[in-house]
């Protein structure tokens, strides 16, 4: 196992706990539609998700669940294989945050049935083309969300930075 490995598997490890404890805080602190005001801006509150990120296909129809796991399964199998073959410790690591990440929300999918949020952002008096918005939410979040999304974003900094060329190469064998 090359040295990138590990670090992406810590990586995927350390997304995984961080996840998984925080959301078991809010579930145990947080009642169901209950509100904890951290800082300004900034709420706990205890959502769940049947959907995918920002709420989309939150109705639970059956064909959007075979969609979800179908499309979480091809991804997962996908980033695993760009983990395996990544000899890049940066890119190990970026694909062990998003690999933490969608493990820590398909577990949830299996224990909970959905995806527990709860990473509230809002923003008050917004000032819109002339109209004022009294109050804005982003959608509910949480930390398997978060490593996803900044995952990603440098996984694509990264591509763009090596001209299209960052494919994993296969490690080789001693």
Request: glycine share 10%; net charge positive.
């Given at each position: ?16 706990l961080?996840?998984?404890?925080s ?9 169901p ?5 951290v800082?300004?801006?900034l709420n706990f509150?205890c959502?769940m998700?049947?959907?995918?990120s ?15 796991w179908?499309?979480?399964i091809?991804?997962v199998?996908y980033?695993?294989y ?12 970026c ?9 820590g ?19 008050t ?5 002339g ?20 995952g ?13 060329n960052a494919a ?7």
């Amino acid at each position: 196992m090359s040295v990138a490995s590990i670090k992406g598997g810590f990586a995927l490890l350390v997304v995984l706990l961080i996840d998984q404890v925080s959301k078991a805080l809010v579930l145990s602190h947080v009642s169901p539609h209950g509100v904890i005001s951290v800082v300004s801006h900034l709420n706990f509150v205890c959502t769940m998700n049947r959907g995918i990120s920002f709420g989309l296909l939150n109705t639970g129809a059956a064909w959007q669940l075979v969609l979800i796991w179908c499309t979480v399964i091809g991804l997962v199998a996908y980033l695993g294989y760009q983990f395996w073959c990544s000899s890049s410790s940066m890119l190990s690591v970026c694909v062990g945050s998003v690999l933490g990440g969608a493990f820590g929300n398909i577990l949830d999918r299996v224990i909970h049935g959905a995806v527990v949020d709860f990473i509230d952002v809002f923003v008050t008096n917004v000032h819109f083309f002339g109209t004022t918005i009294k109050e804005w939410h982003w959608p509910a979040f949480n930390v398997a969300d978060s490593a996803i999304v900044v995952g990603v974003f440098v996984l694509v900094i990264l591509h763009l930075r090596s001209g299209g060329n960052a494919a994993p190469q296969r490690k080789r064998k001693a």
